[in-house]
């Protein structure tokens, strides 16, 4: 992540720069390295627990935020769902897109700063090339429910109150958003509550973020390989929740 001055949100414009900062290491993350996002699997947990996200219901209107290349988009298509993508790269996008071999128009969108749309023939399936704290969340209409793949772990702390008043408003009354996390630390290290530095999703975040209009439940936590990856002194863990609208 970018580092803690740039989070700094003293003024809109230190914000913006933070914003700014995420936005190009998401896209090198994409044009310039292996993003370990591309070539995931469907998740397991949306699988297990998509009556939890759907509330049972057939043919819902489906949030994914930051969707990158999930193949989670054409799992939700497949069960009979209408899904609505935000991501910030093109090569995601087209990723996607040529990988389930879509047939697909695409248009600009005016009203979003370098907006553009990608819609399935079949209008099941509509993406949108944007910063998700840019767009024109009146494009999407009301959704059902909110599929959220790791997006709120990607949101730097200062913004993340900002990003689940967007995701709010995008939902229909009783809405439903289920989101998976990342939550880590290092064993033997102190706790960070500096509210500029890059930090994992703690459960005082989705009280900050969703409390006063969610009911939240953790439905499953287990350890995660991040873990491995950064040494034997830290530990890492992926967790699910439930926020229903109130």
Known sequence: ????????????????????????????????????????????????????????KANCRILVPMCGATRDLQWLIDEGHEVIGLELVDKALHLFLDRHRIKYTTSQVPSVNDGKCYKSKDKKLALYRCNIFEMDMSLIGKVDCVWDCGAMTDIPPAERKDYSEIILSALKPGGRILTETLAFGEIEGEDNDDEDEFRPVEEKDFQKMYGE??????????????????????????????????
């Open 213 to 246: 209009r969610c009911s939240i439940e953790m439905l499953c936590e287990e350890d995660s390989k991040e873990a491995e990856e950064w040494g034997p002194s830290w530990w890492a863990k992926n967790r699910l929740h439930l926020l229903l609208l109130k």
């Open 1 to 56: 992540m970018a580092d803690s001055e740039s989070h700094e949100c003293s003024s809109e414009g230190h914000v913006t720069a933070g914003r700014r900062a995420v936005e190009q290491e998401w896209a090198a993350a994409w044009y310039d390295g292996d993003c370990k996002d591309a070539n995931r699997e469907v998740s397991k947990w949306l699988k297990e627990h998509s009556d939890k996200l759907t509330g049972g």
